[in-house]
């Protein structure tokens, strides 16, 4: 069951659209996402003046200048959950940049990306020789745990080498704007 908070939350995010891939994944079971729809809640309830998440998104909908108003706060949120992102992976990355200079390995990093390697290999190894004896339903569960080693190996891939132009960009900007915030 959907706590009432993330239903209020991803029904603002519709008015809101920026904030949304905050609430993809685990919603339910992620104290992150929690926050975050709380947050989006107490924003609307603060702008519209009112004691309730319902009664806030009314409001919103009837009120065309609140709601741009609504959605400016919003892009804030947006952008400052964002610099959080990226302070969070580049203090992991000085972490392993300490390592290296203190002549220290991270076994633990090196110990999930073998581990995913050997995962994903396992999956499609198990594929490759079995499908046709295993029923579709095993087929379809190995898959998709084939799919979730992978996307561990890309996110590994992008932590260490950096990710698309397209991200960058977004961080170069994202930087920019810390810059300016920070000047001003």
Known sequence: MVAPILTAA????????????????????SNTTQMIAG?????????TGTNTAATAVEVLQRDPKLLIEFQRTILKLDRDLERAFLQDRMSARR????LVAAGKNNTRADVM??????????????????????????????STIA??????????Y??????????????????????ESNNH
């Not at 499609?124 to 095993?138: Q, V």
């Open 10 to 29: 991803m029904t603002l995010a519709e008015m809101a659209p920026m904030i949304a891939r905050w609430f993809s994944g685990d919603t339910e079971n």
């Open 147 to 156: 799919g979730i080693f992978g996307a561990c190996l890309k996110d590994a």
């Open 95 to 98: 972490r392993d940049m300490a």
């Open 158 to 179: 992008a932590f260490e080498f950096g990710s698309s132009r397209g991200s960058k960009n977004k961080d170069l900007a994202v930087m920019m704007s810390a810059m």
């Open 113 to 142: 990306v073998v581990s995913a390697a050997f995962g994903l290999l396992s999956c499609l190894i198990s594929l490759a020789f079995y499908k046709d004896a295993m029923p579709g339903e095993a087929v379809g569960i190995i």
């Open 39 to 47: 947050r989006v809640v107490d924003i609307a309830k603060k702008l």
